[in-house]
């Protein structure tokens, strides 16, 4: 069956550290792979997108990773802040599915000074 | 440029009754989906529409529908609601070349509350 898993549910650390942040999936061939913040009370907020054919992409402190052999992406935050505290959704769009998006559950990230 | 909004940000049914959420996208933007969201499915996609047409549907039943006027703000309508129904409706809108590229920018949501 086709699943998408963020690893944690809940990731805790420290301000100044990198977080990293999972996400896998199984019976997909995604086109495109997408991560969002969505903080409480509110909708998700586009944060990077990275095509099937690219290995890297970075904007400002954010990186993502994708790669289709291991079925994994990964999203990393270097030097967090606290208000970098909220929860991160990582998100397959398939060539199948048009503009619509397959969610992971998302990772809750907090951030303590 | 002002952001997508959904209105009414908060309301309470009972089961049985029906609901109907309203969703303003981005000036430009032509496309809007549609997502459920509850702490055990995540978010889930419901339906699409472009240019008044329904492009894509998820799988939920026949009680959710939705439609889209000439201004491309759309509707979604809940019908004979159950208890399950209560989640965050999100409303995202693009600018939708149709492709798995686009972008979604989502509203804040509609809370619904099935009683």
């Known amino acids: 069956s086709q699943k998408i898993e963020q690893n944690s549910e809940a990731l805790n650390i420290q301000e100044g550290k990198t977080a990293t942040l999972t996400c896998n999936y199984t019976?997909?061939?995604?086109?495109?792979l997408q991560w969002y913040r969505q903080d409480p009370g509110r909708g998700p907020v586009f944060l990077l997108l990275?095509?099937?054919?690219?290995k890297e992409k970075r904007k400002e402190r954010l990186k993502v990773t994708f790669d289709t052999t291991l079925k994994q992406s990964l999203f990393h935050i270097t030097a967090s802040q606290p208000a970098d505290s909220a929860t991160y959704l990582c998100?397959?769009?398939?060539?199948?599915?048009?503009?619509?998006?397959?969610f992971g559950k998302g990772t809750t990230l907090s951030v303590s000074s | 440029k002002a952001g997508v909004t959904q209105t009414p940000r908060y309301l309470i049914k009972t089961r049985g009754q029906q609901v109907t959420l309203s969703c303003s996208p981005i000036?430009?933007?032509?496309?809007v989906s549609w997502y459920q969201q509850t702490p055990g499915q995540g978010l889930q996609f419901l339906f699409e529409?472009?240019?008044?047409?329904?492009?894509n549907k998820g799988n939920f039943p026949g009680r959710f529908s939705g439609r889209q006027f000439s201004n491309s703000r759309s509707e979604m309508n809940v019908s004979t609601l159950e208890l399950g129904d209560s989640a965050l409706y999100l409303c995202?809108?693009?600018?939708?070349?149709?492709?798995?590229?686009?972008?979604?920018?989502f509203g804040p949501g509609t809370r619904l509350t099935v009683l």
């Open positions: 995202a809108s693009s600018l939708a070349s149709g492709g798995p590229g686009d972008t979604q920018y």
């Open positions: 019976n997909y061939s995604p086109a495109y």
């Open positions: 990275i095509r099937e054919n690219e």
């Open positions: 998100a397959l769009a398939t060539n199948q599915a048009g503009t619509a998006l397959i």
């Open positions: 000036s430009g933007h032509r496309s």
């Open positions: 529409y472009f240019s008044e047409t329904q492009r």
